[in-house]
């Protein structure tokens, strides 16, 4: 039984220019991106556009196919999806903060974001709204007033949290953060303890959320990233936090990067990221352009090279601070240096720049240290250097077993198919079958999945 043909959704397919045929073939490769197998083809939607009820996952794949279509958001109600049988999540910027964030943090502490999560990293949750097309209100405070007790607290946290993400991976150490993002940040939003007027108080809540959106990366979790760095974002602009608003957009652009997305949405966001960054500290920018300059990469080698001068030179400008956002170090910029080169065709040159930030890396930073081994060991499997491959894989190994990291798992993944698809080298085979490191588990808190 149906109500009908839905109408609203055969307006949608029309103005995507799609016929049933061309929308199964995107909702298939949608589906694919993020993990998921599933087999609709011509008539399966046909029935849908004729009054049939999508069932789970296709109303998310439904409507983040025709939002990259369109090239704006496309709402369950105007696809006339409000009563299929799925649970689908708002990826509007537009919904109110201090709401947003008491939902996401009570998702998180009570198991259930995993539900929102099933429906995968949403390339149409990139998609600049209006409002983030102008600039941020002008800052009615000044940043030399002391801190209140609040925000210097909100800072100590970010701290913490972040140096024991270095060290181990952030997969455990989500829902603790988002403990104490419910308990103590939203209370906060709650009038009236936070004034209009108050912008430190705001900035400093940004950036605590930024942090759970990096942690809830770093647990596989994309979908809820993708919420709080939306969040996370509006609330900077609504302080005239230009710096706040300018490093959301780039760990929004660095997530679609992990993640292989470079669509127009994403370069967009890059793009207004370093427009913003130009009110912010020299490191602020010097982040923004080197992800433009990995994007430009991807079809002009000149403008990839120029902008990742640009931002080397600011590098160098930079001073040290203890801004969470105000901070980029000489590790990251060299790995996102690595990232470019790669996209350019230099191996050789990725190579230098990933073992210069080992290098600069400290003790503390252990989950990116082994990360960036393993990234060295795939690049000279390619290169035919085997022997400082398997030099590299194990240094990863001996590290791997105790992080709670899904960007780890992703890399083991990744770096086993390179070292199986060179099994007949010698020092290779020798090394499969010592390590077997494909047949390890997935540590705890790492959720490894096929993105």
Sequence with gaps: MTDGPNERLQTLFQAAGWDCARGSRVLRAVAVEQGLRVSYDRKTVQRWLRGAKPRPPAPALLLEGLSRALGRLVTAHEAGLTHAPSTLVDLSWDAAPSHR????????????????????????????????????????????????????????????????????????????????????????????????????????????????????????????????????????????????????????????????????????LAERAVVLAGQAPPAVRSCALAQLAFLEAQGDRRAALATLTRAERLHREAVATPDPVATYSLAALQCQRASTFVALGDTAGAVRALAASLRARGPDERCATAIAHARIAELCASLGRFEQSVEHSRAFLSVYPTLHSARAARRLDSLCRQLHARETEPVVRAFLSQERPCGRPAPRGAVNRAI
């Design 101 to 268: 964030i008491a939902r996401l943090a009570y998702a998180e502490v009570s198991h259930a974001s995993t539900a929102s999560d099933a429906q995968g990293f949403s390339v149409a949750a990139l998609l600049l709204p209006d409002w983030l097309r102008a600039e941020p209100p002008a800052r009615s405070a000044s940043r030399a007033l002391p801190w209140t007790e609040d925000v210097s607290e909100i800072y100590d946290m970010i701290s913490m949290f972040d140096t024991a993400a270095g060290v181990h991976g952030g997969g455990h150490l989500r829902i603790p953060a988002a403990g104490y993002l419910m308990d103590h940040v939203v209370p906060l939003f709650r009038p009236p303890a936070i004034e209009p007027g108050d912008p430190e108080l705001r900035a400093a809540a940004a950036r605590f959320i930024l942090l759970l959106a990096d942690l809830c990366v770093d647990s596989g979790l994309d979908r809820s990233a993708q919420q709080y760095q939306q969040v996370a974002v509006r609330i900077g602009f609504g302080a005239g936090d230009a710096a706040t608003v300018a490093a959301g957009l780039s760990s929004m652009v660095a997530h679609a990067q992990e993640l292989g997305h470079h669509e127009p949405a994403v370069v967009a």
